[in-house]
């Protein structure tokens, strides 16, 4: 039929008596300025056409609205608001119907609570993720959704910023139905259903009864676990209005709330956060290097790391060769690999064909050999590199010439390593995070050898496997276990000056780590730090003030934390608890080493570590070790519990201001002494008015 443009990004079409208003504005027909504006002129020329009975709005591309264009944010607004388009929008006299394919969020699901009817494709999905961006949603999303699904299940999507699949968002009253077949068609039926009927404005319905006291369990969850973010609390109180306040009052405080968020540092972090998320996935020097042919993994060791990395390998639908060392190791292996998929199964993350096709696709054998066909191999064996190097030998005689062959390892010299393979330039690291079928950080290691095309291999299966990969160099524990390595030792001197490990917990936790050290070292095992500890003791700086004392006596007493039932803490139930046994030793060793004990500053605390941190990263990237401050801070986000809403360890300096965390380590070199002076960098950049974000490695 005719076809008009009014605006670029948005045209209509007249299929009848039915206006297609169309977005194509890609990738994600985000919400610019261009597309508000278009999108206000359609509705108005299609309510004004006495020939048009109805209007659908739909999307081009990958997808429906995204939301607002997050590039847009801080920067002075641009006529015309989304509020006043989607006021212009529900109040329109004929039927608007959003046909929704892909993901409605943010200001795009506020545009299709907008409309008079929704309809989406079996695979869409609609969400309020405003939160996740430290900010609530700014254009009625809190108002309209309790109005539609009541506010329990609407508080529980907004506070979370979890999309929602089409079949459950029907079952919640966001939809009126999921199209059965070709979901444009289904549109413009439903819109022609609705034209000349009373119009349901979804602003206009009032707030369903609810479960105030179901209400107030949310929102006392989400509060409590809030740890500092202000966005979730923010939502708390903004859904709350809807279930007291008419909703002009309410779409106003919402608005009041959003402009006060979208201003703020959390806001500004969480910004960052998600672009570098991204641009941490383009690594310069890896641009138009294309990745070699993978379809067979092997991994080598069945281990809880070697496991978990079988898993998600198998969850990616590759094919997966596990080699162990003897029978029952292999038998072990297998029921290991099984043991997490009973566990999927029993969650209801797959089904019982899918945990059958999986494991249909693995192999796990007690023959090296077999991992001649595989074209990647991950070695997951004992962290020890007499045991690496003699893997690495074999494998480099065994495995085809084409195979990139990865390493697991989280400290040991990947250039070493790959020596020893006799094929160094096949050879990498892929250091996975446990459990490895969980978390979503994967270091990929580029040795001095590594050929590009096999970086770029390890790069693109961790996309594959739907990790996110910061490619770095080699140096002792990489980027993460580097700098935790670093701000532990603060932690630990804490110990030693008076701290007691439940206060160094509670501090940390206060500025939003997700657990705090000795919590963590409790979890993954304190044989891990002593073996570290061992294998640098012949190259420890005896200038360096020492800190393992307390962790070498704990680790003496056989207090390797959670499996042990004490380390730090000891466990009744699996429930953590302070231990006086534990007060004791502590006390003890500050007496032993003459360190006065003086009262705990979790302040000070806190911001020592934080200096360390970004001091730390200084050297990372003074060293080259990777060449932008984001690849650091998405380590620490994704790998280590670090607060998203803060950014990163090198945002956070950035925003602090360099001159500040220069103070504070000069301070942190005033009391520990020889082996914490001020990176140079950290030095240069605070003198020159410089900063972490602005650095880019060279050459
Ligand atoms: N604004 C600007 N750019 C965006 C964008 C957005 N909302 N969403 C994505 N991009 C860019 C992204 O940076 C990338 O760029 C490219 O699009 C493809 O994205 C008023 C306040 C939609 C699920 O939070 O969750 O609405 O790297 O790689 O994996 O209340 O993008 O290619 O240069 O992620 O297919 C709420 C954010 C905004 C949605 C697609 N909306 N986006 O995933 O592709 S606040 C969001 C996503 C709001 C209102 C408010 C995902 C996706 P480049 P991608 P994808």
Request: neutral net charge; hydrophobic residues 45%; aromatic residues 6%.
């Amino acid at each position: 039929m005719s076809s008009a443009a009014p605006h670029g990004p948005v045209t209509t079409r007249r299929e009848g008596d039915v206006t297609l208003i169309l977005v194509d504005s890609p990738p994600v027909n985000a919400l610019s300025q261009a597309v508000r504006a278009g999108l206000l002129e359609a509705v108005k020329a299609a309510a004004a056409d006495a020939g048009v009975k109805a209007i659908v709005l739909a999307c081009e591309g990958r997808t429906f609205i995204a939301g607002a264009d997050i590039r847009e944010f801080g920067k002075p607004p641009l006529a015309p608001g989304l509020s006043e388009v989607l006021s212009a929008i529900e109040s329109c006299a004929k039927p608007v119907v959003a046909a929704i394919h892909g993901t409605a969020l943010g200001g795009g699901f506020e545009v299709a609570l907008s409309c008079h009817g929704r309809i989406a494709d079996k695979g869409a999905a609609v969400g309020l993720p405003e939160v996740k961006l430290g900010i609530i949603p700014g254009a009625g999303g809190t108002q309209r959704t309790p109005r539609l699904a009541g506010p329990v299940a609407a508080l529980e999507m907004i506070s979370s910023g979890k999309p929602v699949k089409a079949a459950q968002a029907k079952a919640m009253g966001l939809l009126d139905s999921v199209a059965s077949g070709d979901l444009r068609a289904e549109a413009i039926t439903l819109a022609r259903a609705l034209s000349g009927k009373p119009l349901r404005r979804t602003g206009e319905l009032a707030v369903p009864a609810f479960d105030h006291a179901a209400f107030n369990k949310v929102a006392a969850t989400v509060i409590g676990k809030a740890r500092g973010q202000l966005s979730p609390v923010r939502a708390v109180e903004a859904v709350r209005l809807a279930t007291t306040t008419a909703i002009g009052e309410g779409l106003a405080a919402e608005r009041a709330i959003f402009t006060e968020l979208v201003g703020s540092d959390q806001a500004k972090a969480l910004r960052y956060a998600f672009f570098s998320e991204r641009e941490v996935q383009r690594v310069p020097h890896l641009e138009g290097v294309s990745p070699r042919k993978v379809e067979t993994v092997g991994v080598i060791g069945a281990g809880t790391m070697g496991a978990g990395i079988a898993v998600s390998l198998l969850d990616a639908g590759l094919r997966v060769t596990v080699v162990e060392t003897s029978t029952a190791a292999v038998g072990a292996g297998w029921d290991r690999i099984a043991g997490l998929y009973a566990r999927a199964l029993k969650s209801g993350r797959i089904d019982e064909a899918g945990k059958d096709e999986r494991l249909s696709r693995l192999t796990v054998s007690e023959d090296f050999g077999d991992l001649a066909g595989c074209d990647l191999v991950i070695e997951a064996a004992f962290e020890e590199m007499g045991v690496k190097k003699e893997i690495f030998g074999r494998l480099g005689a065994v495995a085809q010439a084409v195979a990139v062959l990865a390493t697991n390892t989280s400290y040991l010299d990947v250039n070493e390593i790959a020596q020893a393979s006799g094929r160094p330039a096949d050879v990498i690291g892929l250091h996975f995070f446990s459990p490895a079928n969980i978390m979503r950080l994967v270091e990929v290691v580029e040795g001095a050898a590594s050929a590009p095309d096999a970086v770029a291999t390890g790069v693109a299966l961790a996309r594959r496997l739907g990790k996110l990969p910061v490619t770095c160099g080699v140096c002792d524990g990489f980027v993460g276990n580097r700098i935790l390595a670093t701000w532990r030792q603060i932690t630990d001197f804490a110990l030693e000056d008076g701290a007691l490990p439940a206060e160094v917990d509670a501090a940390l936790e206060g500025y939003g780590m997700a657990m705090g050290p000795f919590a963590v070292a409790d979890l993954a095992g304190l044989d891990i730090g002593a073996a570290r500890r061992k294998r640098l003791a012949p190259t420890r700086d005896p200038k360096a003030r020492y800190g393992g004392t307390v962790a070498d006596r704990l680790c003496a007493l056989g207090r390797f934390g959670q499996k042990t039932g004490a380390g730090y803490y000891r466990y009744v139930d699996g429930k953590r608890q302070v231990d006086p046994e534990v007060t004791a030793i502590v006390q003890s060793v500050s007496a032993e080493l003459g360190r006065p004990r003086e009262p705990f500053d979790p302040d000070r605390l806190v911001r020592q570590v934080r200096a360390a941190m970004a001091n730390e990263g200084a050297k990372i990237l003074a060293e080259k070790i990777v060449p932008r401050a984001l690849d650091i801070d998405m380590v620490l986000l994704h790998g280590y519990g670090f607060p998203a809403w803060r950014g990163g360890p090198m945002f956070e300096a950035d925003l602090v201001g360099l001159p500040t965390i220069l103070a504070d380590m000069r301070e942190i070199h005033a009391a520990f002494g020889h082996g914490w002076e001020p990176a140079e960098l950290l030095v240069e950049l605070a003198g020159s008015g410089g900063s972490f974000g602005s650095h880019q490695r060279s050459g």
